[in-house]
């Protein structure tokens, strides 16, 4: 998970976006009468929004843009309804070695291999290599290595305007 927020924190560094990490932020409302706490969550789109906030309560603020699940013992395929109820944009679900992005398009959560938050990047492709190679190297190596993907991933992009 942590390793998930580090390339989350380069992929808004690296694109220039807004960033507010909630962390595990309690995710509930009464009127859904159940919540979800996500391994982590950050505010993207929404980040003006929240930015001077200290408390932030989902029955007048926005749900976070993106929310990460790790799972390691049970499984967060359960919870895409609540974040669904709550309207979390976007979902990583990471089950190693698979990772999976949920896009919420008309209601639904729709599987994609690339992120919208983050330029359309292939991150369900990337992803589980550089964690694997996370284990060989050290973590800021690996950082290294993924904003230099980033990178050049941006500059290709800008070549076939």
């Not at 109820?85 to 690339?114: F, H, K, N």
């Not at 990337?126 to 904003?147: A, D, V």
Request: aromatic share 8%; glycine share 4%; net charge negative.
């Amino acid at each position: 998970n942590r390793l998930l927020e580090h390339l989350v924190f380069a992929l808004a560094e690296e694109l220039n976006l807004n960033l507010r990490s909630a962390g595990s932020l309690t995710c509930k409302r009464p009127d859904l009468q159940r919540g979800v706490e996500p391994d982590s969550c950050f505010y993207i789109q929404n980040e003006p929004l929240i930015r001077q906030k200290r408390d932030i309560d989902l029955t007048i603020d926005p749900p976070p843009d993106l929310a990460v699940e790790v799972d390691y013992t049970s499984a967060s395929i359960d919870r895409l309804s609540i974040y669904l109820a709550l309207g979390v944009p976007e979902v990583w679900r990471s089950d190693e070695p698979v990772m999976q992005i949920y896009q919420l398009r008309d209601g639904v959560y729709v599987p994609c291999t690339v992120s919208p938050t983050f330029a359309n990047l292939p991150l369900t492709t990337e992803i589980p290599g550089f964690l694997e190679e996370s284990l060989r190297i050290r973590e800021i190596p690996m950082i290294r290595s993924f904003r230099a993907w980033v990178r050049q991933q941006i500059e290709h992009r800008d070549d076939n305007c």
